[in-house]
């Protein structure tokens, strides 16, 4: 068992001249499967093209309501991904509906992430997601012990959208998602993110031109450098961003949030003017 799973965190405070003790012991043991979650608000679904899975997304409608007036993500609040595998077409991809969406086949596991106060302090600062808590369970809902042990890979995979209450689904939950589809761009230096692939897969600039990536995908991407202190903020469906590359050379690059999502920039060098 991790060191935090077990963690005994004790919080004192000076009420009436005393002391109070409060005991929180916070870990995926903690969390319980959510009998029924078929029939709470399904807020949002998502293609992974990257992992050929489809996946729904539920809470309560009093959380959907609060965070639609404008509130914060309350305490107590718990979120449920049902991650189904997509059915697959005969060459082996993913099958789409009428809506141009995957069309779900088996469940395959449930994860979920819920909120308690003070849940956060048994979790390491440096991988901490506030007070949220991640657990996963088996279709039948036992807890997936595996995934369970390997659990700091939720707070890290969620670390990056620390503005948003490290809820990846925020837009969704608000009722903010757009729901158009992105209108993919075509000039030199700009690459588009769709399908879980850069398009095209390598981009050709001068010494001091910028590249611009847009976002195309339901899923939030983050563009990385390899190798170099270089990288956008976290892109959200619609949203753009630039890296300007000074230097010639190749640079490959990665999707942080997607590691096996990888694109390569070359740049030429400058001409010198006669």
């Known amino acids: 068992m991790k060191p935090y799973k077990s963690m005994l965190v004790v919080a004192m405070a000076a009420v009436a001249g005393g002391l109070v003790m409060v005991n929180v012991n916070a870990g995926p043991e903690q969390i319980r499967f959510p009998q029924g979650?078929?029939?709470?608000?399904r807020y949002g679904d998502v293609d992974r093209h990257d992992s050929k899975q489809y996946r729904e997304l539920y809470t309560s409608a009093a959380v959907v309501k609060s965070v639609r007036e404008g509130k914060p993500i309350p305490d107590g609040t718990v979120l449920v991904m049902a991650i189904y595998a997509a059915k697959l077409d005969e060459k082996g991809e993913p099958a789409k509906g009428a809506d141009g969406r995957f069309v779900k086949d088996k469940l395959s596991a449930v994860t979920v992430m819920e909120k308690r106060a003070g849940w956060g302090a048994a979790v390491p600062e440096e991988w901490r997601n506030g007070d949220w808590q991640y657990a996963s369970f088996t279709p039948d809902g036992k807890p997936n012990e595996k995934a369970n042990t390997n659990i700091k890979n939720c707070f890290v995979c969620h670390k990056p959208h620390e503005k948003?209450?490290?809820?990846?689904?925020?837009?969704?939950?608000?009722?903010?998602?757009?729901?158009?589809?992105?209108?993919?761009?075509?000039?030199?230096?700009?690459?588009?993110?769709?399908?879980?692939?850069?398009?095209?897969?390598?981009?050709?600039?001068?010494?001091?031109?910028?590249v611009t990536w847009t976002n195309a995908d339901d899923s939030p991407h983050q563009i990385v450098v390899t190798g170099k202190p270089q990288q956008t903020a976290v892109l959200l469906k619609g949203q753009s961003a630039g890296i300007k590359f000074d230097e010639a050379g190749t640079f490959g690059y990665i999707c942080s949030l997607h590691p096996a999502m990888k694109g390569t920039v070359e740049v030429a060098a400058k001409v010198a003017a006669k």
């Open 164 to 210: 948003q209450d490290f809820v990846i689904s925020l837009a969704k939950l608000s009722g903010t998602f757009p729901t158009s589809a992105v209108a993919l761009k075509t000039g030199a230096n700009d690459v588009n993110i769709a399908g879980f692939k850069f398009g095209p897969g390598t981009v050709k600039v001068a010494a001091g031109q910028e």
């Open 37 to 41: 979650f078929e029939t709470w608000t």
